[in-house]
């Protein structure tokens, strides 16, 4: 990973990520955060880069959690909605973590936005 603070990094690049809280609970015992990102630059790595350096790695991220992360046994980065400037293209699917869903994994605690067709106006506020 290459962020302008690394000594070893050398022509960083810009890269821009929107972030809003949806949900705070627990996963697997250990506080977390149910957030949506918009990216706004596409830089490989971008969103796992990004939680990490703020200090909240994403739940299952091996690499960026300095392997510490060893569970569950994939990262929980899921694209909620694609939306691509060619053909109109806008394809958007369900939220898959939710207590029914991860049988009781994820308990939220705090309802902070919605999941749902209009969270995306949650970006509008945005310049």
Known sequence: MCTIDKVCCTGPRDAHTRLVVLERGVFMSYPATKVLLQLITGRRHQIRVHCSTIGHT????????????????????????????????????????????????????????????????LFDNYS
Do not use: M
């Open 58 to 121: 994403i739940v299952g991220d091996y690499t960026y959690s300095g392997r510490k992360d060893i569970s569950p046994s994939r990262t929980f980065l899921h694209s909620y909605r694609l939306e691509l400037g060619v053909d109109g293209i806008n394809v958007q699917t369900f939220d898959p973590f939710t207590k029914a869903k991860l049988n009781g994994l994820w308990i939220p605690v705090e309802y902070i936005n919605g999941a749902g067709d209009d969270c995306f106006r």
